[in-house]
């Protein structure tokens, strides 16, 4: 377990199911159901539901419309690193955390790639699967929060997308660190809010530069920085890991590139952006930055047009960045 807050008790539906995914443990005593309740109690705005557990500390919305972007990202991913599930060179892993899980759908598969491991998924929604395999398991909790788990226990930890969640990334990657085993690996995986172009498509005064400010703005309003992707390397070097690789990535807007699989990328993040920019946004816009609804609409109706412009040769630019705990580590200096 996670932390002495964290809970692994399943949905309403899902408390008396003996297969849930859900681990039986709970330090709440007989207060379970109240707190699965509690769990599943969602705030909904403007037509958006969002979690309850910790409410405000995730921007995005947890309904079934957010959660197949989360799974279609996956599959821009395997794309991405064609099939392949991590880039880090892990062998025989037993025991593996995956840090904002979402859908859960890279922690399933990780347990079905390795069988003899235990996967174990954090979010603070419970919106995984009820059933998985064997050796996969969901915990509800807060990330950000102090961990209890034991001092190397992890043989690899996985981080994808948790720009703007992290209020202290060197603190996140210290505690990474100490729950790593000696020679276990890290792997983050995030990429740009602010679209660029490698050409003159993309004038001064083009949209995609206003909105890359304003979700980086919204990062510094809240204290959770959306560029991480560009930070990922030199924060796991000065959290004291080693062999620290860095695998650069793009994502077209749209299928502009003539290139095969860039251009399929283009495609499917054109979907993924079109159909999900309200859930990526609106809370930002509207409880962060305090726009009105009606402006924040508009806003987002301004980026849905400028994905349907082909003649603009836009990316985004992201990392994949893995690192190993030395053999022999010296412990950082808050946990000496």
Not at 178 to 197: D, F, M, N, T, W
Not at 309 to 326: C, E, I, Q
């Amino acid at each position: 377990m996670l932390l002495q807050r964290s809970t692994t008790v399943a949905r309403d539906e899902d408390l008396d199911d003996a297969d849930s995914a859900y681990g039986d443990d709970s330090l709440i005593g007989d207060d379970t159901k109240t707190l699965s309740s509690y769990i599943t109690d969602y705030r909904y705005e403007f037509g958006r539901r969002y979690h309850s557990y910790r409410d405000g500390a995730y921007w995005g919305p947890n309904d079934e419309v957010a959660n197949a972007q989360q799974d279609l990202a996956h599959h821009m991913y395997n794309l991405t690193f064609d099939g392949q599930l991590h880039q880090a060179p892990i062998e025989n892993p037993q025991e593996i955390l995956d840090l904002g899980t979402g859908t859960g759908i890279w922690a399933i598969d990780m347990a079905d790639e390795y069988p003899s491991a235990r996967v174990t998924g954090v979010d603070l929604s419970p919106i995984q699967p009820s059933f998985v395999p064997p050796n996969c398991i969901f915990e509800v909790d807060d990330i950000t929060l102090p961990w209890t788990y034991p001092a190397n226990q992890f043989d690899f930890i996985h981080i994808r997308e948790l720009f703007g969640c992290i209020p202290d990334w060197d603190e996140f990657f210290r505690q990474c660190w100490h729950c790593l085993k000696p020679g276990g690996y890290i792997e983050v995986v995030e990429h740009s809010v602010q679209p660029i172009a490698d050409d003159d498509t993309m004038g001064p005064d083009h949209f995609y530069l206003e909105w890359g400010q304003v979700v980086i703005d919204s990062g510094r309003q809240s204290g959770k920085t959306f560029t991480i992707w560009e930070e990922s390397a030199s924060r796991l070097k000065n959290a004291g890991f080693v062999d620290v690789i860095e695998k650069v990535y793009k994502w077209p807007m749209n299928g502009w590139s003539s290139d095969p699989k860039l251009h399929e990328l283009g495609r499917w993040n054109q979907y993924r952006l079109h159909g999900g920019v309200e859930g990526f946004m609106l809370r930002l816009l509207t409880a962060t930055l305090h726009w009105p609804y009606e402006t924040a609409q508009v806003h987002l109706a301004r980026m849905r047009a400028s994905l349907r412009d082909f003649r603009t040769h836009a990316y985004l630019p992201g990392t994949a960045v893995y690192a190993r705990k030395p053999l022999n580590p010296s412990s950082p200096a808050q946990f000496r």
